[in-house]
């Protein structure tokens, strides 16, 4: 052998010395279970350098399971050789070791197939020790849940090796004996604890269970070290070896002198129920659950004559006898008492007798449960309640009688202390018969004290009182009552108590003062019929006038004065027709137009007479159809719905107006009778007011409802607008909290043209204004309208007769019938008014055509103006150019020419 392998051969035996000595260190590190892990890591890692062919050089860095751990002075490698392995409940090691200043070979890496070797057994002695200390912890704990399961239950371990008849037991047998600590059992000495004929009883068990392998479970009394009686549960069986032979008896044994405790007391409970049960009128019953028997005493047999038997019946026995229309929910209630946590239980229901009669039964029952919470048993009785529920039942039908009385009736002591409420009272008054007993009536008259005080002497007088009085009901709602009291003597003829009869009179009070309202709102009517006649008949000369005289001014100044005149007089002429038309339910010509040009309207009105601490605004860029309407009727809609905001905000606000266009669905439709889906244009008027609660939501649209204080309203603004809304097929919602303002959506059906114009008409071209030379009879009262009316017909080609009443028109259509094309006619004239003057005119002439003006909103005039036979109506005051085209219209029609658009 040459020098250099013997080096070789010296080397690698060091080598392999390291190894063995790193491997060694590492084992002893290792071996510990017990130390902490961390210093177990510790102690690997600075094991593993010194195995190394460089130690100075090497370094190592071990993770297991978390815990990190590093050679000493580490510093990070240049070259590391590293094993990673996993254990199976999750724990994964991961070891590292390197060089640093260290040259590779050839192979890439300074490192040796013996350090290779190493670092892969350090880490698969690392998996099996923390394996090792998994399997150990594991045991512990499953030592540890045995032990406190042993305590809870009070059960020890025993053994008896056959052979050598070694008695062994656990500590928890031996606590259970009270015996010290220390003392060796004997099979002998464990049957000392036990009384003689208890002794016999184990060791005939074990005898048995030595020869012939037979288990046992016995109950026997025993005797403590210390002398305390106990009683125990012994349970035992064989253990064989491989030839079959019974080589140890093993087994377990527990205290049960609480359990036998407890069911001696349970069968001295049972004696004296049982005992009482025969001794009681009712049907007492004992269910076991476990094995569902049920016992009855003998009063089950007394009340219902079903005959139990000698046997225990099962719970079906006594369920097929509860009246089926009952059965279902008496099980339901029983079975979610036992279910849940109850410890009692109790129904009435109806129980059938063994005859078929029915009887009603209170039926009751103490759940008794285990420790653990299960309901084991019940013991409860029955009761026939029958002759109470048939007591009840009159006393419920006598009441039933006085509740259905339409009066509201009571019975209270002489200082006003409530005995009996009947439900008509309930209603009356606001408070359920619960609440009003034993309470005073007094506080109901508070709001009429002395008249309360005033009826109750003269009750106490006379011995009865018959008035009205005005009380509040437990909401605060006033009430008017029209009241029969009558005073109850008792048997010596004294004062004991007071009948009280009493009738809710509120409603028909109510309607008295609406129906006075009404009268007085009819004479206003009939007074500004008779007011809008002469302003009519004032106003219309003055736009005929202003009519012709714009036609022949050129000066722009005086143009624009003319405009301004006209608009006035147009503007006085529409307030005449509101005034109509809220007086005496005129209902003027309906057109399309647009919601925003009447909306602007109300605007300026609304800007110039509210307080100025109200900002008005209004928005219509979202209109984009129109709506087939009144002008005047939408005119009153909104502005009143503008005057209801502005009473809302007194101390100033915001109104904001918007005009736009909505497509509404079937769901936004549903709950508005006679709304159908579709387009509509939706007028909003939201202000910034005191808001409303709901329930005066409710009755906002009621006539005569209002919330004003007396003498600032008449309850009649909300309710022409929801008239208006309703006949033009719309509808309203109301939206409003208080302190916060109101909302009013008002939803109109959109016009199928989906165009519409304003409410003044568009002008006409002249050339289908003029006239022909026909002659007109123009017949009015009122000389300017007759001089105007001429001057206007005359310019437009028309000749003109002129008539001053009725009897002076029937006169000249008589002289010149010939030659009268067509007759304009007041209605409202003296000596003879239009009506009666239009069937004189058509008993000359059947064929006559008329044009009938009035200012007076008369039903029962225009009516029998168009029974007469009337061809065309303007209603005054009309301008030249609707008196132009009414008359264009009719001769048109006559001539059997299309009529003029307009």
Avoid at 243 to 270: F, P, W
Avoid at 379 to 393: C, F, K, P, Q, Y
Avoid at 805 to 822: H, L, M, P, W
Wanted: charged share 25%.
């Amino acid at each position: 052998m040459s020098e250099p392998d013997h080096e070789a051969i010296i080397h690698a035996l060091g080598e392999r010395v390291k190894e063995l000595r790193g491997m060694h260190t590492v084992a002893l590190a290792l071996r510990d279970t017990a130390a902490p892990l961390d210093q177990v890591a510790q102690a690997v890692a600075d094991a593993l350098p010194p195995a190394m062919q460089w130690p100075e050089r090497c370094v190592a860095e071990l993770i297991a399971d978390e815990q990190v751990a590093r050679s000493r002075d580490f510093a990070e490698p240049e070259v590391t050789l590293e094993a990673e392995v996993a254990t199976r409940h999750g724990a994964r090691v991961h070891l590292r070791v390197g060089y640093r200043g260290v040259t590779t070979t050839g192979r890439g890496d300074p490192f040796l197939d013996e350090e290779r070797d190493l670092v892969r057994w350090v880490g698969e002695a690392l998996l099996e020790h923390l394996e090792r200390r998994h399997a150990e912890a594991l045991l512990r704990d499953q030592q540890a849940l045995v032990h406190i399961a042993s305590r809870m239950g009070r059960l020890g371990a025993w053994s008896v090796d056959v052979a050598s008849l070694r008695y062994r037991w656990s500590g928890a047998t031996r606590e259970l004996h009270e015996v010290d600590p220390g003392a060796e059992p004997t099979l002998e000495g464990l049957f000392s604890f036990y009384p003689p004929e208890d002794r016999a009883l184990l060791e005939a068990c074990i005898e048995r269970c030595r020869d012939h392998g037979e288990p046992f479970d016995a109950t026997l009394r025993f005797v403590t070290a210390r002398g305390r009686a106990r009683w125990v549960r012994v349970i035992g069986e064989a253990v064989r070896d491989l030839h079959g032979t019974v080589v140890t008896i093993q087994g377990a044994i527990q205290d049960v002198t609480e359990q036998r405790e407890t069911e001696r007391s349970l069968r001295e409970s049972d004696e004296r129920f049982r005992i009482l049960a025969r001794a009681t009128n009712d049907a007492a019953w004992d269910w076991d659950l476990d094995h569902n028997t049920l016992w009855w005493n003998d009063g089950y047999q007394a009340l219902f004559g079903w005959d139990v038997g000698p046997g225990l019946p099962d719970l079906a026995s006594w369920t097929a006898h509860i009246h089926p229309e009952d059965r279902e929910q008496v099980l339901a209630s029983l079975h979610a008492a036992i279910d849940g946590d109850a410890t009692t239980w109790s129904s009435e229901y109806r129980f059938l007798r063994s005859d078929g009669s029915i009887a009603y039964v209170f039926d009751r029952g103490q759940v008794i449960r285990d420790r653990a919470g299960r309901a084991r048993r019940m013991i409860g009785g029955m009761s026939d309640i029958t002759e109470r529920r048939r007591a009840e039942l009159k006393l419920r039908e006598q009441a039933a009688l006085l509740d259905q009385a339409r009066d509201a009736i009571s019975v209270r002591t002489l200082d006003g202390t409530i005995s009996y409420w009947n439900r008509r009272a309930e209603r009356l008054y606001g408070w359920p018969s619960a609440q009003a007993m034993g309470r005073s009536i007094v506080s109901l008259f508070g709001d009429d004290p002395m008249g309360y005080q005033h009826a109750l002497a003269e009750l106490l007088r006379a011995g009865e009182w018959t008035g009205e009085l005005d009380a509040a009901g437990a909401n605060g709602r006033p009430v008017t009552i029209q009241a029969h009291w009558t005073l109850v003597r008792d048997g010596a003829g004294e004062p004991r108590s007071i009948l009280a009869i009493e009738t809710d009179v509120t409603a028909q009070r109510r309607l008295e003062r609406q129906l006075m309202r009404t009268q007085r709102l009819e004479s206003l009517g009939t007074m500004a019929g008779g007011v809008a006649h002469d302003l009519n008949n004032v106003l219309s000369p003055i736009l005929m006038a202003t009519s012709m005289l714009r036609e022949a001014e050129l000066d722009p100044e005086h143009e624009q004065d003319l405009a301004t005149i006209e608009r006035c007089a147009l503007r006085g002429a529409e307030m005449v027709r509101q005034l109509l038309t809220f007086s005496r339910g005129a209902e003027g010509e309906r057109a399309p137009l647009r919601l925003s040009q009447i909306a602007e309207d109300v605007r300026r009105i609304v800007q110039d007479t509210f307080p100025k601490n109200i900002r008005v605004t209004l928005d219509a860029v979202r209109e984009s159809s129109s709506v087939v309407a009144d002008a005047t009727q939408m005119h009153q809609l909104i502005l009143n719905l503008c005057l209801n905001a502005r009473d809302a905000m007194p101390n100033g606000g915001s109104l904001a107006l918007v005009i736009e266009s909505q497509e509404l669905d079937e769901l936004q439709t549903a709950g508005h009778p006679g709304a159908h889906p579709g387009p509509y244009v939706c007028v909003r008027v939201e202000d910034t007011g005191v808001g409303m609660p709901g329930e005066m939501l409710e009755r906002i649209f009621e006539p005569f409802f209002t919330t004003k204080d007396p003498g600032r309203g008449t309850g009649l603004g909300l309710a022409t607008v929801h008239a208006i809304v309703r006949g033009h097929r719309g509808f309203v919602q109301v939206f409003s909290e208080p302190r916060v303002g109101t909302r009013f959506l008002v939803y109109l059906p959109a016009s199928p043209s989906g165009t519409g114009t304003g409410h003044v008409r568009p002008q006409q071209a002249r050339s289908d204004l003029y006239g022909r030379g026909e002659l007109v009879l123009v017949v009015d009262d009122e000389e300017p309208i007759r001089d105007i009316a001429r001057r206007i017909l005359e310019r437009f080609g028309y000749g003109v007769l002129l008539a001053a009443n009725g009897v002076d028109a029937v006169a000249r259509f008589a002289a010149r019938r010939d030659e009268i094309a067509v007759v304009l006619a007041d209605l409202a004239m003296p000596i003879m008014d239009g009506p009666a003057m239009i069937v004189a005119l058509r008993s000359i002439e059947p064929a006559v055509r008329v044009v009938a003006s009035s200012g007076l909103a008369d039903g029962d005039l225009m009516g029998r103006a168009r029974a007469a036979g009337i061809d065309a109506t303007v209603p005054k005051p009309y301008t030249a150019e609707s008196l132009l085209l009414a008359l264009a219209r009719v001769l048109a029609e006559r001539r059997g020419e299309p009529a003029p658009n307009g």
